[in-house]
């Protein structure tokens, strides 16, 4: 597994069901390297490779696009290629930053990509890459606005940590209004992970897999707040989705059809903050 020191890399290993995981830190193993990469996977000869690993700081995205492409794209579609060759299942991540948000129902796996800045464009590339190198070894599983223990350090921390670390110097805060989402806790996703990854129905292609239920980042902020009770003054705040020049989806809410179709559901993002947060 790659991504250890993530927070979804961390929740995957805490909730493991019992694999034997084998799971190097970026300088033992940075999926850049592609050659790298192939010697690792030979000398392990997994039964899964799960890649966690991404360039998904989004506005650095837009200012180092070639990085962008080579972590989220091209070295995706190797991971695959190796993966596909050594008859290795192939399991990545993607984003809700696919999608371009026009609409006001949840995206289903099969609606077409329309990515508004390079990280989105990178991640469906991404997808496209993996998908077109091992058709039938891939699994892409697209997620959105994740938080959990580790705290995503390429971030700078997570959203809900962020708000907490706020609360401790503002009275008043202003949070967007504009995008609606499906906040996501790894502990959940990771779970869902696990049981997608062992059903016996699994096939290759594109999943979602996110908190059921979706809220603005505006409304997640009162939540957090109300449930740990603290007072902070939450207004809302409509930048119509744009951070400076750059475009952000005004709706990017995932609709988790394949999994359910298999059983496999996550609990509203309202349980998993109060589950994150050891809210009563
Ligand atoms: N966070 C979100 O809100 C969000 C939303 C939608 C989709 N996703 C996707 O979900 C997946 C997991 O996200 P996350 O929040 O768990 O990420 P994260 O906390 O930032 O963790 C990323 C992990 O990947 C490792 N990594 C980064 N670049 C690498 C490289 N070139 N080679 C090897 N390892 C590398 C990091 O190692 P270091 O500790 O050494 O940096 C870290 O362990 C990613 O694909 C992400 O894009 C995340």
Same mark, same amino acid.
């Given at each position: 597994? #790659? %991504?250890?020191? %993530?927070?979804?890399?961390?929740d995957l290993i805490?909730n493991?069901?019992?694999?034997?995981?084998?799971?190097?830190s970026?300088?033992?193993l940075? #999926?850049?390297?592609?050659?790298?990469?192939?010697t690792?996977?030979?000398?392990q000869?997994p039964?899964?490779?799960?890649?966690?690993?991404?360039?998904?700081?989004?506005?650095?995205?837009?200012?180092?696009?070639?990085?962008?492409?080579?972590?989220?794209?091209?070295?995706?579609g190797n991971?695959?290629r190796?993966c596909?060759?050594m008859?290795i299942l192939?399991?990545?991540?993607?984003?809700?930053?696919?999608?371009?948000?026009?609409?006001r129902?949840p995206?289903?796996?099969?609606?077409?990509?329309e @990515?508004?800045q390079?990280y989105? #464009?990178s991640?469906a590339?991404g997808e496209?890459?993996?998908?077109?190198a091992?058709?039938r070894?891939?699994?892409v599983i697209?997620?959105?606005g994740l938080?959990g223990?580790?705290?995503?350090?390429s971030?700078?921390?997570?959203?809900?940590d962020k708000r907490?670390?706020d609360?401790? &110097?503002?009275?008043?805060l202003?949070m967007?209004?504009d995008q609606?989402?499906?906040p996501t806790?790894?502990?959940?996703?990771?779970?869902?992970? $696990?049981q997608?990854?062992?059903?016996?129905?699994?096939t290759?292609?594109?999943?979602?897999?996110?908190n059921?239920?979706e809220c603005? $980042?505006?409304?997640?902020?009162?939540a #957090?707040?109300?449930?740990?009770?603290?007072?902070?003054?939450?207004?809302?705040? +409509?930048?119509?989705?744009?951070?400076?020049?750059?475009?952000r @989806?005004l709706y990017?809410?995932?609709?988790? &059809?394949?999994?359910?179709?298999?059983?496999?559901?996550?609990?509203h $993002?309202? +349980?998993g903050?109060?589950?994150?947060l050891g809210?009563?």
């Amino acid at each position: 597994m #790659i %991504g250890k020191t %993530g927070q979804l890399g961390g929740d995957l290993i805490r909730n493991n069901p019992g694999h034997d995981i084998f799971a190097p830190s970026r300088d033992v193993l940075d #999926i850049g390297n592609h050659e790298r990469v192939e010697t690792i996977i030979a000398d392990q000869r997994p039964a899964a490779v799960i890649n966690t690993a991404a360039f998904h700081n989004v506005p650095l995205c837009e200012t180092e696009p070639l990085s962008a492409f080579q972590i989220n794209c091209v070295a995706v579609g190797n991971l695959a290629r190796v993966c596909g060759r050594m008859g290795i299942l192939f399991v990545t991540f993607s984003t809700d930053y696919v999608f371009g948000g026009e609409r006001r129902t949840p995206y289903r796996e099969d609606d077409c990509p329309e @990515p508004l800045q390079m990280y989105g #464009i990178s991640r469906a590339a991404g997808e496209f890459a993996a998908l077109a190198a091992a058709p039938r070894h891939s699994v892409v599983i697209r997620t959105c606005g994740l938080y959990g223990r580790s705290g995503a350090g390429s971030k700078g921390g997570n959203f809900v940590d962020k708000r907490l670390t706020d609360a401790k &110097t503002c009275t008043r805060l202003e949070m967007g209004c504009d995008q609606v989402v499906s906040p996501t806790s790894t502990d959940d996703l990771s779970k869902a992970v $696990w049981q997608l990854l062992s059903h016996p129905g699994l096939t290759p292609g594109i999943y979602h897999l996110v908190n059921e239920g979706e809220c603005s $980042w505006y409304q997640f902020t009162k939540a #957090i707040y109300e449930l740990s009770g603290l007072q902070v003054e939450v207004a809302p705040v +409509d930048r119509g989705g744009m951070s400076g020049e750059m475009r952000r @989806p005004l709706y990017s809410v995932l609709a988790n &059809t394949r999994a359910r179709g298999m059983g496999i559901t996550l609990p509203h $993002w309202r +349980d998993g903050l109060m589950q994150y947060l050891g809210a009563p």
